[in-house]
């Protein structure tokens, strides 16, 4: 056995063995990466469309606003709202 091991062929041999095992274990790893780089990329895009509907939730409460505050102008006295409009405050308004 020792004769065989002393071989320059069976040396050769198992240094190809040996490289390939390495590799071998080079890819499992590659692919347990993937793996979880896949699973986080995922949840990544779940986060991205959470925060897209929230954008789009906020965008439309935002859009609301305006309407908010002519309906709010229009509920208070007219006299007030034109004193107000005239860039005077509240209490240069006539009483």
């Known amino acids: 056995m020792s ?6 062929q069976t040396v050769k ?12 274990e080079n890819l499992l790893l590659i692919k347990e ?3 979880q780089m896949i699973t986080y990329f995922e949840e990544l895009a779940l ?12 965008s439309t409460i935002l859009r609301n606003w ?4 002519r309906v709010i102008s229009q509920s208070e006295p007219q006299e007030t ?4 409009w005239s860039g005077a405050t509240k209490k240069d308004a006539p009483q």
């Not at 041999?13 to 071998?24: C, D, I, Q, S, T």
């Not at 709202?81 to 107000?84: E, G, H, Y």
């Open 3 to 8: 004769t065989a091991m002393n071989n320059p």
């Open 13 to 24: 041999l198992l240094a190809k063995l040996h490289e390939k095992e390495r590799e071998h």
């Open 33 to 35: 990466t993937s793996g």
């Open 47 to 58: 986060k991205l469309d959470e925060l897209n509907e929230g954008c789009v939730a906020v």
């Open 66 to 69: 305006q309407a908010i505050f």
């Open 81 to 84: 709202t034109l004193v107000r």
